[in-house]
């Protein structure tokens, strides 16, 4: 009898914590972590699949994200978690980014040229194919002008989206991809 009540207690409790968990400093509910994952305008396991099979799951391109459960999962790349927790560097001597737990700071540009990142698609920017580009990946800190010699991709996730990404670092595979597939690519101009 005892144990009947405390696995009703535990399951309500459950049910309970589901139905009314809100976002709360920093901490995202599951149904909204879900939604990075299944809603068009995010597509994140989408982006994680796409980036795979254009390079063909190669662990030598590595890409750097802040998305860095599911993308790197669905990817099966070599990835950078640009909020460093899994990397002390990045946790002690990132760029100062806020005060959420876990989301202080984040991986800066020396950082990632340091680790020879080939992909930045920091806090991914999806949008529609049709779409015009309209603002650069993510890097606090960073402007086109220091920026080195690089190059903004359109990469498409699947008929109707595509995810905005820096091409840092050259990589043969990569190149290949953007001829192969035919990507838009757009150089960053200085000044």
Not at 64 to 77: E, H, V
Not at 92 to 99: A, I, L, N, S, V
Not at 180 to 190: E, V
Request: glycine share 8%.
């Amino acid at each position: 009898m005892f144990r009947a009540g405390l696995v009703g207690l535990a399951l309500f409790g459950s049910i309970h914590h589901y139905t009314t968990f809100a976002y709360v400093e920093g901490i995202e509910p599951v149904r909204q972590l879900y939604g990075h994952i299944r809603n068009p305008d995010e597509h994140w396991g989408e982006i994680g699949k796409a980036l795979g099979a254009c390079f063909e799951y190669d662990r030598d391109v590595s890409i750097a994200t802040t998305a860095a459960g599911a993308i790197p999962y669905y990817s099966k790349l070599t990835a950078i978690d640009m909020f460093g927790l899994n990397d002390t560097s990045i946790a002690r001597h990132g760029y100062y980014f806020g005060r959420a737990a876990g989301h202080e700071r984040i991986a800066t540009l020396q950082y990632l040229l340091e680790r020879k990142v080939n992909i930045v698609v920091s806090h991914p920017y999806v949008t529609s194919l049709s779409e015009d580009l309209i603002k650069l990946p993510l890097i606090p800190g960073v402007d086109r002008n220091s920026l080195p010699e690089s190059q903004v991709l359109e990469v498409p996730i699947d008929s109707s989206y595509k995810v905005i990404v820096l091409y840092l670092t050259p990589n043969a595979k990569v190149d290949s991809a953007i001829a192969r597939r035919g990507w838009r690519a757009h150089r960053i101009l200085k000044g």
